[in-house]
């Protein structure tokens, strides 16, 4: 696995990105009885909006055994070097598409959200690290299965 670090996330001060960090708070307010939220609850003008273009929303669909991404933000893509939104995983030029299976699966497996920063793999040479925090979301109203993940990613810079 291309994964420097996976690890679960029970607390923000666990998370080395201020913005992650938000975002693992807003999601931690809308949990429920229920041990995570549900995709019902996300209320996308609730969420920091210089975060907006560095998430994606993947849903897990059980009928193809596969990951749809419903949303990716602008700057993912423009690192990525490609447009997602509306694409399988399996279907992405990615080199990393298994083990980002992998880190998907256990998401959805543990129901617990997840830190993970692996080796920067994007278009732009003068970048070494993506982080990513993944939020496990029920699904819609009374679901209990984790159906989808809210995923914010930073690209960190040789230099930092």
């Known amino acids: 696995m291309t994964a420097l670090k996976l690890s679960v996330v029970e607390h923000p001060e666990q998370l080395d990105v201020g913005s992650h ?6 999601w931690t307010r ?3 009885a ?8 996300i209320d996308v003008l609730q969420i920091e909006r210089a975060l907006l273009p560095w998430l994606f929303l993947a849903e897990r669909d059980g009928g193809r055994d596969d990951y749809y991404y419903r949303l990716v933000g ?3 893509d423009e690192h990525n070097g490609f447009f997602a939104t509306g694409q399988y995983l399996a279907e992405l030029p990615l080199s990393n598409k298994a083990d980002m299976r992998k880190i998907f699966d256990r998401v959805v497996a543990t129901r617990q ?3 993970c920063a692996s080796r920067y793999l994007g278009v732009h040479r003068n970048y070494k690290l993506a982080r990513r925090l993944l939020l496990p979301l029920r699904g819609r109203g009374d ?6 993940i809210i995923c914010a990613v930073d690209f960190m810079a040789a230099a930092d």
């Open 21 to 26: 960090r938000g975002l693992f708070d807003y």
């Open 30 to 32: 809308l949990r429920d």
């Open 34 to 41: 229920a041990d995570i939220p549900s995709y019902d609850a």
């Open 74 to 76: 602008t700057g993912i």
């Open 113 to 115: 959200p997840h830190y």
């Open 143 to 148: 679901d209990p299965a984790v159906r989808y």
